[in-house]
């Protein structure tokens, strides 16, 4: 909990590793976080999307991370493709934190850490 409320995390990762989730989601929950997630896993299932949808699909994600105190990034074997590294780069210029299942690359984190709002002083 944080500041007295339940803490609002938005997975990110490839749809492909659904199952990954799954697990991380109940253990999230069972640590307090409510838990915001991709709305389908095409890649996991196998399932076509049309061009509009997968772009609904983005904008409704992007929007689950500015409701967001937290993201975390199911990035199974480093694995972090172009859609989750945008939504990684998303969290950071809007200030929330970020997670991983797996260590990041030391650029990564460096890019992280230059793009956060920089505190007032």
Do not use: W
Request: net charge negative; with cysteine.
């Amino acid at each position: 909990m944080k500041n007295g409320k339940f803490e609002v995390t938005t997975l990110c990762g490839s749809t492909k590793f659904k199952d990954e989730f799954d697990k991380q989601a109940k253990a999230l929950s069972f640590m307090g976080h409510v838990i915001l997630r991709p709305e389908s896993y095409n890649h996991a299932e196998g399932t076509h999307l049309s061009d509009e949808m997968l772009q609904q699909f983005v904008e409704m994600h992007m929007q689950k991370i500015n409701m967001s105190d937290s993201i975390f990034v199911i990035n199974v074997d480093g694995y972090i493709g172009e859609s989750t590294y945008n939504e990684i780069m998303h969290a950071a210029d809007i200030g929330i934190e970020i997670g991983f299942l797996c260590k990041p690359s030391q650029g990564l984190l460096n890019e992280i850490e230059a793009r956060r709002p920089k505190e007032k002083k």
